[in-house]
């Protein structure tokens, strides 16, 4: 019976002090935005949302990005002119695909500098 005791508190002290691999950061909403740009024979066209979703798994023990993901919605783009996103919208189907991904596939870091690749998914297909 006390054997039982003793292995039941070592198996909590290991679960409760145990440190985890990783950790989810989030971006912060009011600071985070992306923006897009569309090149058109007659005119540059850019378009930013401030309403981006960004997270980063990081390994606590390396300090090592393990990945990357991104959201944002469709509608919440802005180019400055509501009639042209208004269209837009229309053209990308906004209704029935709703939002832009990012899945980093990825990751290679030089001194300063991050480099992230992957899968950007948009209007349900993913390059």
Same mark, same amino acid.
């Given at each position: ?74 509608? =919440? $783009?802005? @180019? ?10 229309? !053209?990308?189907? *906004? #209704?029935? +695909?709703?939002?832009? =991904? $990012?899945? @980093? ?10 480099? !992230?690749?992957? *899968? #950007?998914? +948009?209007?349900?297909? =993913?390059?």
């Amino acid at each position: 019976m006390k054997s039982g005791f003793v292995i039941a508190a070592v198996l909590l002290f290991f679960r409760t002090n145990s440190v985890p691999q990783s950790k989810v950061l989030q971006s912060i909403t009011d600071s985070t935005s992306v923006t897009y740009t569309l090149h058109h024979p007659l005119h540059k066209i850019e378009a930013t949302s401030k309403e981006a979703t960004i997270s980063a798994e990081v390994d606590t023990v390396s300090k090592e990005i393990k990945s990357v993901t991104a959201k944002v919605d469709v509608m =919440s $783009f802005d @180019s400055g002119n509501s009639n042209r996103d208004s269209h837009a919208m229309e !053209v990308v189907d *906004a #209704l029935s +695909f709703p939002e832009v =991904s $990012f899945i @980093s596939t990825a990751i290679d870091t030089a001194g300063d500098s991050i480099k !992230v690749t992957g *899968a #950007l998914t +948009f209007h349900g297909v =993913s390059k």
